[in-house]
C-alpha cells in the first residue's frame, strides 16, 4: 500500500475499515472513492464498511453526499471513526455508529494548517438550516417556500426559488439561481470555482447585495429596481450586466 | 380543547403585553374562559397592564416547580370579566428556570381547562422565545409600521416554521393611516408584501393604549378608543376566522345624530378595521 494512498483498506472480522487521508480536499476524496469502488466493487461484496475520518472536518453534505454514493452502490456504512465532535454529531444523527479515534493509516501525518480559505468559500461553515429542503442528489435545487430573514440556504448546484428572498436572508449556490419571486435579500450565485460565469434571476430584483463569482455589487440603477418586471444579472467579462424583461 | 396563541415580535416594544392584555379581555368579553401567561420569565409587566401586581402570591415557576398545589393557586382572576385569568411570571428568576417540556406540559394541562391560553413572548429569539412558542398552536405577530420591527417578524416566521408551527397571523399595531397616506409610512401592503402571511387585525395608533395601561384598565372596555375596537374584532377573528361582523365606532355628538337622521343610519366616524 503506496503511503500517499488518499483511501486505503484494510479487511477486518468486522468488514472493511476504510481510511481517508485526512488532510486531501472532500472533492478529491470522493474522486477516488468513486474510482475505487467502481473497480475494485467485487472486493467489497456484502462486508459493511467502517470509515477512518481522523481530524477531517465533514459537513452534513459531505456525509450525506457519501452515505449516498455508498448507497446507489449497495454498500453498507456501519460507523465512523473521527476525532471532530462536529463530524461525530452529523454522523450520529444519520444512525452511524461513532467511535472517537484516530487510526491514521492513510499516510496520515500530523494536521498541518488546514487549507481553510478554499474551503470556506466552498462550504462556509455558518449556516442555518431551513425545514422542508434536502438536498437531492441532482444538480438543480427546487425551494418552495420565502426564505426569510436570517436563514441561509446553500447548494452547490443550481438553486430554483418559488418564493421570495427576504431581507437579511441569503441564497448561495455553486452555479446560477432563479427566484421566482422577489429578491430582497442577499444573493451569491457562481460560488464553484470551475464556473466560468453565473447569474441571478429574479421576478422582482430588490436585492440588498448580489455577488456572482467574486463580484459584489450593492448599488442599483433606479431603472433596475424601481418597476416590477423581471431582471437577470450575468457575469460578463468581469462586470454584472442587467437586463430588465 | 382550548387553543394556545402564543403572542410573539422578536422586536421589544412594538406591544405584544398590551395587545396580550387586550385580547384576552376581548375574548372574555365574547364569553370565552381565557387565560394569559406572562413568559417574559425575570421582567413582569403584564400584570402591571392588567393591574394585577398586587394580587400576585404564587407565579409561572412556582407552578412548574411545583411549590404551589396546583396551577389553579396562581392564577389570578382579573377584576373585571370573571373569565379571564393571569398567570403571572417570575420577577426574580430567569429565563432558563423553565425548560421547554416543562412548558410544553403547563399549556397542555391549561388547554383542557380554557378556551383560549394567550402567552405573553419575551423580545428577543433566545431560550424564553422559544419557552414561549413551544406549547403553543397558533401565533399572533406582532409588529409596527417600520422596518426594522417588519425584519425581525420575518426573522420570528422563519423561526417558528423552523419549530413547525406554521398556523401564524400578523397584527399591525400603531398604524397611522395619515403618514402613510403622506407616504411617510409602510403601509399594511408593503409589510404584508414581504412577510407573505394573513392579517388579523391592524390597531391604529391611540393615546389611550398609554393611559389604560398606567392605569391598569383593559383598553377595550372604552367604548370610544379606535385601538379598543380593533382589539375587540381581532378576538371575534379568533373565536371565528370568518367573522365578517365587525364593530364600529359610532359617533354620538349631536351633528353626526342629526346627519343619521337625515341620511339614514350610515356609520359616521371611523371605521375600526
Redesign the interface.
Known amino acids: 500500500m503506496p503511503e500517499n494512498d488518499i483511501i486505503s483498506f484494510r479487511g477486518t472480522r468486522q468488514g472493511i475499515l476504510m481510511s481517508i487521508k485526512e488532510d486531501e480536499p472532500f472533492g478529491k476524496v470522493m474522486d477516488e472513492l468513486k474510482n475505487r469502488i467502481d473497480n475494485e466493487l467485487d472486493f467489497f461484496g456484502q462486508s459493511p464498511i467502517s470509515l477512518d475520518l481522523g481530524w477531517r472536518e465533514m459537513d452534513e453534505y459531505d456525509i450525506d453526499e457519501l452515505l449516498y454514493y455508498l448507497q446507489q452502490n449497495g454498500l453498507k456504512l456501519l460507523g465512523i471513526i473521527s476525532t471532530s465532535l462536529n463530524t461525530r454529531k452529523i454522523a450520529e444523527s444519520r444512525g452511524l455508529k461513532v467511535i472517537i479515534g484516530r487510526l491514521g493509516l492513510a499516510g496520515h501525518h500530523g494536521r498541518k494548517k488546514p487549507a481553510l480559505q478554499n474551503k470556506a468559500i466552498a462550504r462556509p461553515q455558518a449556516r442555518t438550516?431551513?425545514?422542508g429542503i434536502n438536498r437531492p442528489a441532482c444538480e438543480t435545487l427546487f425551494v418552495r417556500?420565502?426564505i426569510?430573514?436570517?436563514?441561509v440556504i446553500e447548494h452547490p448546484g443550481n438553486f430554483v426559488i418559488m418564493g421570495?428572498v427576504?431581507?437579511?436572508a441569503e441564497v448561495r449556490a455553486g452555479g446560477d439561481i432563479v427566484i421566482v419571486g422577489?429578491l430582497?435579500g442577499i444573493a451569491h450565485a457562481g460560488r464553484n470555482p470551475e464556473t466560468k460565469s453565473a447569474s441571478i434571476s429574479a421576478f422582482r430584483f430588490q436585492p440588498t447585495q448580489i455577488r456572482i463569482k467574486d463580484k459584489i455589487e450593492s448599488r442599483f440603477d433606479k431603472s433596475i429596481t424601481k418597476h416590477k418586471k423581471p431582471v437577470v444579472a450575468i457575469l460578463d467579462n468581469g462586470k454584472i450586466k442587467y437586463t430588465v424583461y | 380543547m382550548g387553543k394556545v396563541i402564543v403572542i410573539t415580535s422578536g422586536k421589544g416594544g412594538v406591544g405584544k403585553t398590551v395587545t396580550t392584555a387586550n385580547i384576552g379581555a376581548s375574548l372574555a368579553l365574547e364569553g370565552k374562559k381565557v387565560v394569559v401567561i406572562d413568559a417574559d420569565i425575570g421582567l413582569r409587566n403584564l400584570d402591571l397592564v392588567m393591574g394585577l401586581e398586587n394580587r400576585i402570591v404564587f407565579d409561572i415557576v412556582d407552578v412548574i416547580e411545583k411549590k404551589c398545589r396546583s396551577y389553579r393557586q396562581a392564577l389570578i382572576r382579573d377584576k373585571r370579566f370573571k373569565s379571564l385569568f393571569l398567570l403571572p411570571s417570575s420577577q426574580s428568576r430567569e429565563k432558563d428556570s423553565v425548560s421547554p417540556n416543562q412548558m410544553v406540559d403547563l399549556c397542555d394541562t391549561l388547554r383542557e381547562h380554557f378556551d383560549f391560553v394567550l402567552i405573553d413572548c419575551p423580545a428577543g429569539i433566545e431560550q424564553g422565545f422559544k419557552n414561549a412558542i413551544i406549547g403553543s398552536d397558533e401565533s399572533i405577530i406582532v409588529t409596527n409600521p417600520e422596518v426594522s420591527s417588519v425584519?425581525?417578524a420575518?426573522?420570528v416566521?422563519?423561526?417558528l416554521?423552523?419549530e413547525?408551527k406554521s398556523e401564524h397571523w400578523l397584527l399591525v399595531n400603531r398604524m397611522n393611516d395619515g403618514l402613510v397616506k403622506r407616504k411617510k409610512m409602510l403601509s399594511v401592503e408593503d409589510i404584508t408584501?414581504?412577510?407573505?402571511i394573513d392579517v388579523i387585525g391592524i390597531v391604529p395608533e391611540d393615546e389611550n393604549v398609554l393611559f389604560s395601561t398606567n392605569k391598569g384598565i383593559p383598553l377595550v372596555l372604552e367604548k370610544n378608543s379606535l385601538a379598543g375596537v380593533s382589539y375587540r374584532n381581532i378576538a371575534r377573528k379568533l373565536i371565528d376566522p370568518n367573522c365578517t361582523q365587525e364593530i364600529e365606532i359610532r359617533d354620538d355628538g349631536f351633528w353626526a345624530k342629526l346627519k343619521r337622521l337625515f341620511l339614514g343610519d350610515r356609520s359616521f366616524g371611523y371605521k375600526a378595521r
Open positions: 438550516s431551513v425545514p417556500k420565502t426569510r430573514s436570517g436563514q421570495d427576504n431581507p437579511g422577489a430582497r | 425584519r425581525d420575518d426573522r416566521i422563519g423561526l416554521e423552523a413547525e408584501e414581504v412577510l407573505g
